[in-house]
């Protein structure tokens, strides 16, 4: 059974720090590409982060300069370190296992809460 679990979220104040995790079980992670997602409350899931197999990052404009995502093959776990928050941060975020190939099978974690307190 794969799951992913996705930790590390909570109330932080603007300018504060946090860094997600997210755990893989039943699925390596050194193949597809790992994101990470949020979506704030009335507001449609968003793309935040993204880190393939060879370490090539993307990020979305509103989060460049002030978030890293980073993967940990061995430990199968994906991180995201979150730094300079805002209020509009403030979201569920995701872990998103997004495969390379199309026999390969997509998995979301349930999300963790981040709120950020101006």
């Known amino acids: 059974q794969v799951q992913l679990v996705e930790s590390g979220g909570g109330l932080v104040q603007a300018g504060g720090s946090l860094r997600l995790s997210c755990a893989g079980s039943g699925v390596g992670f050194g193949i597809d590409v790992l994101e990470w997602y949020r979506q704030a409350p009335g507001k449609q899931r968003e793309f935040v982060a993204s880190?393939?197999?060879?370490?090539?990052?993307n990020y979305a404009d509103s989060v460049k300069g002030r978030f890293t995502i980073s993967g940990d093959n061995g430990k199968n776990t994906l991180y995201l370190q979150m730094t300079s928050l805002r209020p509009e941060d403030t979201a569920v975020y995701y872990c998103?296992?997004?495969?390379?190939?199309?026999?390969?099978?997509?998995?979301w974690g349930q999300g963790t809460q981040v709120t950020v307190s101006s």
């Open positions: 880190i393939t197999n060879i370490g090539r990052t």
């Open positions: 998103h296992l997004k495969p390379v190939a199309p026999w390969r099978n997509e998995y």
